[in-house]
């Protein structure tokens, strides 16, 4: 029993000790502590695909010493035009390669026209807007980019309050105690990022709650729901224009160009060109049976509309890849997250957009 007690005494010792050294010095960097965020950087995931066929079967997810999904900012980043894009899961496309997120698909269609540019993808898994505000003042800014491109809405639908995935990079809103204690021991969070960098993942929820087309599978709503549900919307609208508010005040504020950019989705009016699968009727959401896809698509026009609204109530410049992004399973591997081809379309459809907006408010940046 003593051998016992004094090995249990040696380890929390120890346990004190590094978590002493590492809070006065961490060689390791694994990750960014803002003033209510933490991001993890230098990571590198490597996601073997063994249940999707619309993905790659070997997917790398890195995150650089800024905690972000791109290449490191340049020691000559006084003379760059920087962009950065901030969005949830749509935005981070978690479960496609570094180099077919859009984003960085984006970055390369710009780097013809503006060879100074630098673009990185600060999408967050799960985060909604609430997430993107705590995100943008914690990190984004600081950095000075020339332009930020916000992709919302999906992730605000009926969201009166920070998300789960909003909590889990927040320090102080963590959702439960195995969090506070990786949130706040250096030593808890050292293993675990020596852990995610080092070991194959498998797929997420994410990826699991994939949605395979089938043109037999039908789900008719009753209109009363219907207009009910689209009712219950104008609460959360509000709330949502509040928080759009806030990030556009937040980047003027900091000297920042906002791009809005709507959300797309597989959803709503037509059939699927690949399976014949009607778009409305088709059981759109696994967790949510009264929801099919007309539903949904009207749920989330009604959050696209805010942004539409807002952006040009504020002359701000939109980039509507909502109506822009063809509906079709070949872009899509569930209701609104990309495919490989999904992520080249969303990247020239932003490139397009884009483009006219850098050339009218940095045309010294165009070569």
């Given amino acids: 029993m003593k051998r016992v007690l004094y090995y249990v005494y040696l380890f929390f010792i120890t346990l004190l000790i590094l978590e002493i050294l590492l809070r006065i010095y961490n060689p390791f960097h694994l990750r960014l502590k803002g003033d209510k965020i933490v991001l993890p950087v230098n990571i590198k995931m490597t996601i073997r695909n063994r249940i999707n066929p619309k993905l790659d ?130 030593v808890l969070n050292l293993v675990l990022n020596l852990v995610r960098g080092w070991r194959a993942q498998k797929f997420n929820n994410t990826t699991n709650n994939m949605l395979v087309l089938d043109s037999t599978r039908r789900l008719e709503i009753p209109d009363s729901v219907y207009n009910k549900r689209l009712a219950d919307q104008q ?30 989705c597989q959803f709503g009016p037509g059939k699927d060109s690949l399976t014949g699968t009607d778009l409305e009727l088709f059981p759109a959401d696994p967790k949510d049976p009264s929801l099919n896809g007309r539903l949904l698509w009207a749920m989330l026009e009604k959050y696209n509309d805010v942004t539409r609204e807002f952006a040009g109530s504020r002359h701000f410049p939109l980039i509507d890849l909502a109506r822009a992004m063809p509906k079709n399973s070949l872009y899509f591997y569930d209701n609104c997250h990309l495919t490989n081809p999904g992520a080249e379309k969303v990247a020239s459809i932003v490139a397009n957009g884009l483009i006219p907006v850098l050339d009218q408010y940095f045309p010294h940046y165009h070569r």
């Fill in 57 to 186: 079967p070997l997917i790398i997810n890195t995150r650089n010493s800024l905690g972000l999904r791109g290449p490191e900012l340049p020691q000559t980043k006084d003379s760059l035009l920087k962009i950065i894009t901030i969005g949830g899961s749509t935005t981070e496309c978690h479960f496609l390669n570094d180099e077919k997120t859009w984003p960085f698909l984006l970055g390369r269609k710009l780097a013809d026209s503006f060879p100074h540019s630098w673009l990185n993808n600060a999408g967050l898994d799960g985060h909604s807007t609430y997430g993107h505000i705590v995100l943008l003042n914690g990190h984004i800014k600081q950095l000075h980019p020339s332009v930020i491109l916000f992709m919302t809405g999906i992730n605000d639908i009926e969201t009166a309050d920070p998300t789960f995935h909003d909590k889990m990079n927040t320090r102080g809103a963590v959702p439960d105690w195995r969090h506070y204690l990786f949130e706040n021991s250096e």
């Fill in 235 to 264: 609460p959360f609208l509000d709330a949502y224009r509040r928080r759009l508010t806030q990030l556009a005040d937040t980047c003027e504020a900091w000297h920042i160009r906002p791009v809005f950019i709507t959300q797309a």
